[in-house]
């Protein structure tokens, strides 16, 4: 009897034992669902990490305990702290890539636009020079060829304006028309000695007798306006191109960069590698981490409509390529004007500076010559082949050519205008871009399938508003640069100089020219939301830095701190086998 009770009550221990067992991971059960989420648990999330070039050997091959994680939430997890580490350095640099990368075609843009602009104009002033030779050569033969360099003088002088030399357009287009005053009234008097005082005296006269018309106050003001407006256009699509460079070299703040670890990454050590953030969720993270570029978008703005404006100048009044083509002609009409007037204009001269003494010839050709051979330049430019020529450009009557370039200024303006309006507020727009990507945010539609930041469901928090001002309610960037960051400050200020320059140049007046740096990436790269702390990088110049740690050693899970409920699947085991150990000792010793 006593060996059946016993045997009885061996049986019921263990029948008792074995529930305990089943209750117990019946709980544990419920316990990690509870916390790692992934149907396969840390399946998925060993294909997902190894994805990204990281070793399996990273991943636990069951959820552990969460104790030693920073970022996302402790409790049973697929991550340890070096998968945390790695994934968070990667969500950093990701960030990094797909801003630099959706502001890739506006930063393209302005760069190619730059440089075609800039060699357009270069090219313009290069052929007009050039058809002013040929036309010169062909029309006035020797005498344009020994007196030539006046006019290399004016285009270099016009080239060196355009390459940023301190020269004053009105002043180099007066000394033009002085110049080449003095060269014909000589060579229409060729028997005089000249000197300083005569040509000083007959200077003075120049506004009275208006030699060559009306073409130096023409010509003048046209080249000023369209000279300046051709030169501050190339340089506001410059200062635009290194803007765009900066600022879109984003280095994420520490506060930043966690926000977008809880964002993509977190959901992997819930072992739910492939749920995708919720688009509301992605907005306020961008939002965050974008907020100082967003401080530029009211300069930028204005910046945008100061460059529409003057291609709205340079399309009409300011056009350069309507000035350049034709200066040629304008300049040989003006000089035909004053051989038609020689005879009053010699007159009105000596009279009112003395007829100076006969002197000696000069060598060169006799003096019937020269006027025989001026009377051929006018009769070809009357009624010759260069006549027709000149006839028909100065009427218009010619399809304007394409430059060296291959192309005209109408069509590169229409490309500028109807590109960059489109870029108005892309720096607000810049985190609706980022989460627009499949890639890194689900659907704006599938709001209730998605990762909120904590775990699969709706995103409730509202939407922050644009700018730093605005961050102090977002609920995932926990702290932001109040300052705002340093280059996007400095960019600020550039757009806010271009611009008034874009404005002066639209009303006609003069600008100065901008010494900015060429755009090899020198400028420093630009940085996320900002810590807030002040704390920065050993360049001392503004920037946190982002440092990807080492591969430390793979460190067993221990208990989180007071907690039960991150006990090891391999702790329950060990204490439910000293615990049927003992009962069973205890049973067969009683």
């Known amino acids: 009897m006593a060996a059946t ?8 221990v263990i029948m008792w034992t074995l529930g305990a067992i ?22 998925d999330v060993r294909h997902a990490y190894t994805a990204k070039g990281f070793s399996q050997n990273d ?10 994680l920073r970022i996302c939430s ?50 313009l002033v290069d052929n007009g020079h050039t058809d002013l030779n040929d036309l010169f050569v062909r029309t006035y033969g020797p005498l344009y060829v020994q007196h030539s360099q006046v006019f290399e003088d004016l285009f270099e002088n016009l080239k060196g304006y355009y390459y940023g030399v301190d020269v004053d357009l009105v002043q180099v287009m007066d000394d033009f028309f002085v110049i080449l005053m003095q060269k014909m009234f000589k060579l229409l008097n060729p028997q005089y000695n000249y000197n300083d005082e005569f040509w000083g005296c007959m200077t003075q006269y120049m506004d009275e007798l208006k030699p060559f018309g009306e073409v130096p106050a023409k010509l003048t003001t046209q080249v000023k306006r369209a000279f300046i407006a051709a030169r501050t256009f190339v ?37 739910l590698p492939y749920v995708k953030p919720c688009y509301q969720l992605c907005l306020n993270v961008m939002k965050g981490c974008l907020a100082s570029q967003a401080e530029l978008d009211a300069e930028w703005n204005n910046y945008i409509d100061a460059m529409l404006m003057l291609a709205d100048r340079l399309e009409g009044p300011f056009n350069i390529e309507a000035v350049m083509e034709p200066m040629d002609v304008k300049i040989s009409e003006a000089i035909m004007q004053m051989q038609d007037n020689s005879m009053s204009i010699s007159t009105k001269v000596f009279s009112g500076c003395r007829t100076p003494g006969i002197g000696k010839r000069e060598a060169g050709p006799e003096p019937g010559r020269d006027r025989d051979r001026r009377g051929r330049g006018r009769e070809r430019e009357r009624g010759g082949p260069e006549s027709d020529d000149i006839s028909r450009r100065a009427q218009g009557s010619q399809p304007r050519p394409t430059t060296a370039s291959g192309t005209n200024l109408e069509r590169l303006v229409k490309d500028v205008r109807s590109h960059i309006k489109e870029y108005r507020r892309f720096w607000t727009f810049l985190p609706y871009m980022m989460c ?62 271009i611009t008034n320059r874009l404005n ?5 007046e003069d600008v100065e020219w901008i010494d900015h740096e060429e755009y090899d990436g020198s400028g420093g790269s630009g940085s996320g939301s900002g810590s807030g702390d002040g704390n920065t990088g050993p360049g001392n110049d503004g920037f946190t830095e982002t440092n990807i740690p080492e591969d430390p050693i793979y460190r067993p899970t221990r208990k989180p701190p007071g907690s039960t409920a991150g006990l090891s699947l391999h702790s329950h085991l060990s204490w439910l086998t000293l615990l049927i150990l003992g009962l069973f000792v205890s049973c067969v010793c009683s």
């Open 5 to 12: 009770a016993n045997f009885y009550k061996m049986d019921t």
């Open 22 to 43: 089943l209750a117990l991971f019946s709980g544990l059960a419920t316990g990690l669902g509870g916390n790692v989420q992934g149907i396969q648990g840390c399946k």
């Open 59 to 68: 991943v636990p091959p069951n959820a552990i305990s969460g104790e030693n």
């Open 74 to 123: 402790q409790g049973f997890t697929c991550c340890t702290d070096t998968m945390e580490e790695k994934l968070s350095a990667t969500s950093g640099s990701e960030f990094e890539d797909r801003v630099y990368d959706k502001s890739s075609y506006l930063r393209d843009y302005f760069v190619r636009r730059t440089e075609r602009f800039d060699e357009f104009f270069k090219a």
């Open 235 to 271: 340089q506001g699509l410059a200062i635009g191109r290194d803007v765009v460079i900066r600022v879109s070299k984003v280095m994420p703040s520490h506060d930043c960069q966690k926000a977008l670890m809880r964002m993509s990454y977190c959901p992997h050590c819930k072992g």
């Open 436 to 497: 627009d990507d499949p890639e890194l945010a689900a659907d704006v539609s599938d709001a209730d399938s998605c990762w909120n930041g904590q775990r699969v469901g709706r995103y409730d928090h509202e939407i922050v508003g644009d700018g730093i001002a605005e961050q102090g309610k977002n609920p995932e960037v926990a702290e932001v640069n109040m300052k705002g960051d340093f280059v996007v400050r400095q960019q600020i200020l550039q757009l806010k100089v």
């Open 504 to 508: 002066a140049a639209y009303n006609g």
